[in-house]
């Protein structure tokens, strides 16, 4: 069992998806790089190495400071989008945890070969 195996799921809507954990993890992981050196960072940091809990660290100032201005712009920029767009994004996505979900099997099991 590796390392990413013992991990517990960093929120609960992704513990029957190792896929989905795994692009969530990425996502804290680049938030945290962009906020590196400031409270923020270091409590992501702190959430990655299993130290905190997300459903925590989204409930302090430092998080929404950063996260609730980009949630707005996202929102926005979602509603100016048209059906067709958004189907494709949504379709992106939906590779990205596949993709990922790919990865976690070769990694458990390897590739078949």
């Known amino acids: 069992m590796s390392e990413q195996d013992e991990r517990p799921p960093l929120l609960s809507v992704t513990a029957g998806d190792a896929g989905a954990d795994r692009v969530l993890r990425r996502q804290v992981a680049a938030l945290r790089d962009q906020a590196a050196g400031t409270p923020l960072g270091d409590m992501l940091d702190d959430v990655l190495a299993g ?42 996505g939906r590779e990205q945890v596949a993709r990922a979900r790919e990865e976690v099997y070769r990694e458990r099991y390897g590739d078949g070969t």
């Not at 809990?53 to 048209?82: G, I, K, N």
């Not at 059906?83 to 494709?88: A, D, N």
């Open 51 to 92: 130290r905190r809990t997300l459903r925590d660290v989204a409930r302090t100032p430092e998080f929404d400071e950063v996260v609730a201005p980009a949630a707005r712009v996202a929102t926005e920029q979602w509603a100016a989008l048209t059906p067709q767009e958004r189907e494709t994004l949504v379709a992106q």
